[in-house]
């Protein structure tokens, strides 16, 4: 059967089951969007390329499925590195496809022309520079293949102009995937998983360190399995909330910089750790030279480049988590370690003394008491898309997830401007699913212009503005580690509500802790999307936390100072 | 995870494509990894090259290294054959200056060094050598009093002893090849 490049592009997606695509036309992939009217794939118009493919992020993170983002050449190219590089950082299997101009003006500083798959050759897991027709459905079919093979990632076609109007013979299975090489196989060898047992059945204070790898390989019930029938705890980083229900008592939390004060002591304690499908970035170690360093340590990763990058491990067993977990979990004894467990509760009563949420209500709103009504309020069972902040850590520490894929959040690349369009695409991906979107008042104004994107689609988010009237994350590191020169994060912004309004969105605004409730659930209510501005406090801080580089152990806790100052008022 | 510096060889074999070249200088570009010397060229495979990157890096750094290498897509086989008995050479042609009363010495220090003299004209000439990087450098260093006008070195190339071909099933540790590679020294 003969056809165009640009029908080739979406007879592919079609057969590839992508139900949309998130984009933006333009010259040099105008062919593209000609035959798009031909096929059954619904496109998104976003209102800018950025929010283009965190919308394919969201999808993905929120379904599984790789997620697809269209731009032209040029500034439509240029302007995806962001969403490119957030994919990349966070391991979510994104396929972005761009127009080029044509192969002859290439290298010509033709208009809109730039070198996209030079740029993005170090954010992306592989990218094409496809040039004939016939190079289309075999690149694109491998590109699927790429992007959410072994550990997931962004993978960028890039379609020159030309090539979308050539024709060619269009076999499909012609165009399936070579194998160009064997897949990284890495034999497991018998002396590793019983060293890795050895370790394991011997351990007296075992910690599960549980990362998104358990999602992306669907272990779930092999960590749970593995953590009852062990009785070990299990801290979460970012990205693993979700991986392990919050409710369950082995869960500790989690982990880090903005992890609770016992979650980390009980790391540093640890005398083994089981890093399940997690990278020890720098957030989650503090000061490596002393992280949890009586513990021996077991790595299971599906990445080799992750094994010694920053924490030497005793046992690397290399490959996907959950067939690696059903080759252990036989030989896992069942152990009763409850004075570790013990040792671990009496640590956290501290902890919760000070505890933000234990407060009176005083007339200070705290993002933390709107969040914690959030999941109150939504039972749990929203899906959570956060911006990137102090919020962002408040939801990490208040809404408790019971299930995998239900907070979507920028944790590698931390880009602020991801929530809305991330949200977005997650609800494509889940329809029936409640979605929210908490935001910054400084990230939601990056990407504030979805919002058109949202009303056109008629896509029903809800959007909770934490508005605190500064980058209050910086403000943090400014007033701790700065001594309080606030430079450039004081913040000014518009009327959030009316700006919903312009929008045609019901835009509500909150400055007291009695309005929180009846807010949300007036939100809740109307069917399509609203927003809520929470006026918070103003100069409100995340605790605990572990400054960048200290000793994980060595935390700022939550002052009581807070908590008479409080008080008094 | 030692700091200590030492030369690491890598050889690659990759799809003979554009830009794969570029992928793989990246990953040393971006952690800031000098290469020292680099040579690509055909297999014996239609479509696949080789190439055999040199580079000044730490054992954890030469780890990470193999490890990304070989996460790229057209790298076929990546392997580190630093501690595996190896055979590496590179050539060299140096245009050195000729005076009348050098000639004679000159043709007979590049005997010693079992070079060959690939042009000969009135004010200068041509030498070839093959060779290890050291051995090379140890002839630049006796011509270099003569007067060197130009010199040009290919990058190191290297094969591994014996019909075990590369590929990235060795199941020897590090260890054992580095105990392997002393034993090969001692005969």
């Known amino acids: ?569 | 995870m030692s700091e200590q510096l030492r030369q690491h060889t890598f050889v690659l074999y990759v799809e003979d494509q554009p830009g794969v070249l570029n992928r793989v200088a990246s990953l040393f570009r971006r952690r800031a990894y000098n290469i020292e010397s680099l040579a690509v060229g055909h297999t014996e495979r239609p479509g696949v090259s080789r190439m055999t990157i040199v580079s000044l890096i730490s054992e954890g750094a030469a780890q990470r290294v193999e490890a990304n290498l070989y996460k790229l897509v057209n790298v076929l086989s990546v392997e580190d054959v630093t501690f595996i008995p190896n055979i590496a050479r590179s050539l060299a042609l140096i245009k050195v200056q000729l005076l009348e009363d050098s000639r004679r010495e000159l043709l007979e220090i590049i005997g010693v060094f079992r070079a060959r003299v690939v042009d000969l004209g009135p004010d200068s000439l041509i030498s070839e050598i093959t060779g290890t990087e050291d051995k090379i450098q140890a002839l630049v260093e006796v011509l270099r009093p003569f007067g060197i006008l130009e010199m040009v070195r290919t990058g190191q190339v290297a094969m591994s002893r014996g019909v075990k071909r590369l590929t990235n099933e060795d199941s020897r540790t590090r260890e054992t090849l580095v105990l392997e590679q002393a034993a090969s020294q001692s005969v």
């Open chain 1, 1 to 569: 059967m003969i056809k165009t490049g640009a029908e080739i592009i979406w007879e592919c997606l079609e057969r590839l089951e992508v139900e949309q695509v998130f984009g933006y036309p333009g010259g040099a992939i105008l062919p593209a969007y000609d035959a798009m009217t031909k096929y059954n794939v619904h496109h998104v118009l976003v209102r800018h390329e950025q929010g283009a493919t965190h919308m394919a992020d969201g999808y993905a993170r929120a379904s599984g499925k790789v997620g697809v983002a269209l731009a032209t050449s040029g500034p439509g190219a240029t302007n995806m590195v962001t969403g490119i590089a957030t994919a990349m950082m966070d391991s979510s299997p994104i396929v972005c496809i761009t127009g080029q101009v044509g192969s002859k003006l290439i290298g010509s500083d033709a208009f809109q022309e730039t070198d996209i798959t030079g740029i993005t050759l170090p954010i992306t897991k592989h990218n094409y520079l496809v040039t004939r027709a016939d190079e289309i459905a075999p690149s694109l079919r491998e590109a699927f293949q790429i992007a959410a093979g072994g550990r997931p990632g962004p993978v960028l076609v890039d379609i020159t102009k030309d090539a979308q109007n050539g024709k060619c013979e269009f076999d499909w299975n012609a165009a399936a995937p070579k194998t160009r090489r064997r897949e990284p196989v890495h034999f497991i060898e018998p002396h590793e998983l019983s060293e890795a047992l050895d370790l394991i059945n011997s351990a007296r204070r075992p910690v599960i360190l549980a990362g998104h790898g358990i999602i992306l390989s669907g272990a779930l019930a092999e960590v749970l399995e593995f953590a009852e029938r062990a009785s070990t705890p299990v801290a979460l980083t970012l990205l693993g909330i979700g991986a392990f229900p919050a409710s369950h008592p082995l869960c500790l939390g989690m982990m880090g910089m903005h992890g609770e004060a016992w979650v980390n002591k009980a790391i540093q304690e640890a005398d083994l750790l089981l890093a399940f499908g997690m990278r020890f970035d720098d957030r989650v170690t503090g000061n490596l030279k002393t992280y949890a360093s009586a513990a021996k340590k077991i790595h299971i990763e599906i990445d080799p480049a992750e094994i010694n990058k920053n924490v030497h491990v005793d046992v690397p067993l290399i490959g996907d988590l959950r067939e690696v977990l059903q080759h252990l979990l036989p030989d896992v004894e069942r152990k009763n370690r409850s004075a570790w467990l013990d040792q671990i509760e009496s640590s956290k009563q501290d902890s919760a003394v000070r505890d933000i949420q234990n407060l009176p209500d005083n007339g200070h709103l705290y993002a933390a008491h709107v969040i914690q009504d959030l999941w109150h309020q939504t039972g749990g069972n929203a899906v959570v898309v956060t911006d990137v902040g102090q919020h962002q850590m408040w939801e990490a520490q208040y809404y408790h997830h019971e299930k995998p894929r239900t907070l979507i959040t920028s944790g590698g690349l931390g880009t602020m401007g991801f929530a809305l369009p991330a949200a977005i695409g997650a609800k494509f991906a889940r329809p029936d699913a409640e979605v929210w979107v908490i935001a910054g008042d400084g990230g939601f104004q990056m990407t504030m212009s979805e919002l058109a994107t949202v009303v056109q689609e008629k896509i029903e988010v809800k959007i909770a503005i934490i508005n605190n009237g500064f980058l209050g994350m910086v403000r943090q590191w400014q007033e701790f580690f700065y001594d309080g020169r606030y430079s450039s994060t004081p913040l000014l912004s518009p009327d959030f509500a009316k700006i919903a309004d312009a929008f045609g969105i019901p835009g509500y605004t909150v400055r007291t802790r009695n309005n929180v409730v009846p807010t949300i659930d007036a939100a809740r209510r109307h069917s399509g999307p609203a927003l809520i501005n929470f006026q918070v406090g103003q100069e409100d801080s995340v605790f605990p936390m572990v400054p960048a580089g200290a000793d994980l152990d060595a935390m700022i806790r939550r002052p009581s100072v807070l908590v008479e100052r409080t008080s008094d008022v």
